[in-house]
């Protein structure tokens, strides 16, 4: 069991295979794209395997594969395949953008992933274009449709944006009407990759729930479930439900469980830090198993009390805007 420097459990493992993408959602990248990783700079896929066995003999008990979009990445299959025979692994799970997804959910239901989180801010194709600067709004539904399908729990993902999709917040709400999905609504976070300042942030957790209770005004809370970074509702007479991430806000940082893995093997201990050490250089030069599992225990006996502190400690130290596409979400 892995317990940090403010007694904090932390079983919850983020993966991100790759920084590519094949949308371009201007609030997570530039619309020329980033610059791109070289392979070599990349983890192998017997790296990421080597890194998530070591993490989970040492009590990460959750892997969720995101990216980028992880279904750019050449045969992902295989690692998920890999990673779905890792002893003392409870859970594997997803995070896609559903584009390339939908031939995919066979496999990745018989490998035992049971949820998927589908990004989708909006669910009309024009505002999908406008978003993603991309015309594929057809494959992410064909994507929702197999998910369901395959009875895969499915947590729709949404960034809330000013300006731009706050008309689709009731829409995704009525989508759980019919369909046994959870729509999160995320508070956009300053992670667009360009430098640009971030302009404050507009809608926040309260504003979104306020205009949902407008519409819905028997909305209820449901308990939260340990770790949750969401706050939970129902609508009396939905089959799905409803969630809030105070990405921005920060609310949930007292009982954070995750750690990440960037596509070039940083660790991060917090979604808003800096990395705290390389996992890939690690390997690569030459430590055993032993003396990587001391420097991943070193690191996670300084982990930062909350993201507010994270982020203050990167920008002081790089003043660098990163994308979301590098750090996986
Ligand atoms: N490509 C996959 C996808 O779209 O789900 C996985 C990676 S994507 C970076 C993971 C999540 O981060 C998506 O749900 C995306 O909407 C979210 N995201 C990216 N940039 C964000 C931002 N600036 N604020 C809030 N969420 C963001």
């Given at each position: 069991?892995?317990?940090?420097?403010?007694?904090?459990?932390?079983?919850?493992?983020?993966?991100?295979?790759?920084?590519?993408?094949?949308?371009?959602?201007f609030y997570?990248?530039?619309?020329?794209?980033?610059?791109?990783?070289?392979?070599?700079?990349?983890?192998?896929?017997?790296?990421?395997?080597?890194?998530?066995?070591?993490?989970?003999?040492m009590g990460?008990?959750?892997?969720?594969?995101?990216?980028?979009?992880?279904?750019?990445?050449?045969?992902?299959?295989?690692?998920?395949?890999?990673?779905?025979?890792?002893?003392?692994?409870?859970?594997?799970?997803?995070?896609?953008?559903?584009?390339?997804?939908?031939?995919?959910?066979?496999?990745?239901?018989?490998?035992?992933?049971?949820?998927?989180?589908?990004?989708?801010?909006?669910?009309?194709?024009?505002?999908?274009?406008?978003?993603?600067?991309?015309?594929?709004?057809?494959?992410?539904?064909?994507?929702?449709?197999?998910?369901?399908?395959?009875?895969?729990?499915?947590?729709?993902?949404?960034?809330?944006?000013?300006?731009?999709?706050?008309?689709?917040?009731?829409?995704?709400?009525?989508?759980?009407?019919?369909?046994?999905?959870?729509?999160?609504?995320?508070?956009?976070?300053?992670?667009?990759?360009?430098?640009?300042?971030?302009?404050?942030?507009?809608?926040?957790?309260?504003?979104?729930?306020?205009?949902?209770?407008?519409?819905?005004?028997?909305?209820?809370?449901?308990?939260?479930?340990?770790?949750?970074?969401?706050?939970?509702?129902?609508?009396?007479?939905?089959?799905?439900?409803?969630?809030?991430i105070a990405?921005?806000?920060?609310?949930?940082?007292?009982?954070?469980?995750?750690?990440?893995?960037?596509?070039?093997?940083?660790?991060?201990?917090?979604?808003?830090?800096?990395?705290?050490?390389?996992?890939?250089?690690?390997?690569?030069?030459?430590?055993?198993?032993?003396?990587?599992?001391?420097?991943?225990?070193?690191?996670?006996?300084?982990?930062?009390?909350?993201?507010?502190?994270?982020?203050?400690?990167?920008?002081?130290?790089?003043?660098?805007?990163?994308?979301?596409?590098?750090?996986?979400?």
């Amino acid at each position: 069991m892995i317990t940090d420097n403010h007694g904090r459990r932390v079983n919850y493992l983020r993966l991100a295979v790759t920084d590519r993408c094949n949308l371009r959602c201007f609030y997570c990248m530039p619309e020329d794209g980033l610059n791109w990783l070289s392979r070599a700079e990349l983890m192998s896929y017997e790296e990421m395997l080597r890194s998530c066995a070591l993490l989970v003999k040492m009590g990460i008990e959750k892997i969720r594969i995101t990216g980028g979009e992880p279904f750019v990445r050449k045969d992902i299959m295989k690692l998920l395949s890999g990673l779905s025979k890792l002893d003392g692994l409870k859970e594997l799970s997803m995070t896609t953008n559903g584009v390339l997804t939908a031939p995919h959910v066979a496999e990745m239901k018989a490998l035992g992933i049971k949820s998927v989180n589908l990004s989708l801010d909006t669910l009309d194709a024009n505002r999908f274009f406008t978003i993603t600067r991309r015309d594929e709004f057809a494959k992410v539904m064909a994507t929702l449709d197999e998910l369901l399908k395959h009875d895969i729990e499915v947590k729709i993902n949404a960034v809330v944006m000013d300006g731009k999709n706050t008309q689709d917040i009731l829409p995704l709400v009525e989508l759980t009407k019919d369909l046994p999905v959870s729509v999160r609504f995320i508070e956009e976070m300053p992670f667009n990759g360009d430098g640009a300042s971030n302009r404050g942030l507009q809608w926040d957790y309260v504003r979104i729930l306020d205009e949902i209770k407008d519409k819905f005004p028997g909305i209820q809370k449901l308990t939260d479930p340990a770790f949750s970074t969401s706050y939970n509702y129902d609508i009396p007479g939905h089959k799905g439900s409803v969630g809030i991430i105070a990405a921005y806000s920060r609310t949930f940082c007292g009982t954070c469980n995750r750690i990440r893995i960037t596509p070039q093997g940083t660790l991060k201990n917090c979604l808003y830090d800096d990395g705290v050490l390389n996992i890939k250089d690690l390997m690569r030069s030459g430590l055993s198993d032993n003396e990587i599992e001391k420097n991943l225990l070193n690191a996670f006996n300084h982990r930062e009390k909350n993201g507010w502190v994270a982020e203050r400690m990167r920008v002081e130290k790089t003043g660098v805007h990163e994308s979301m596409a590098t750090i996986g979400g």
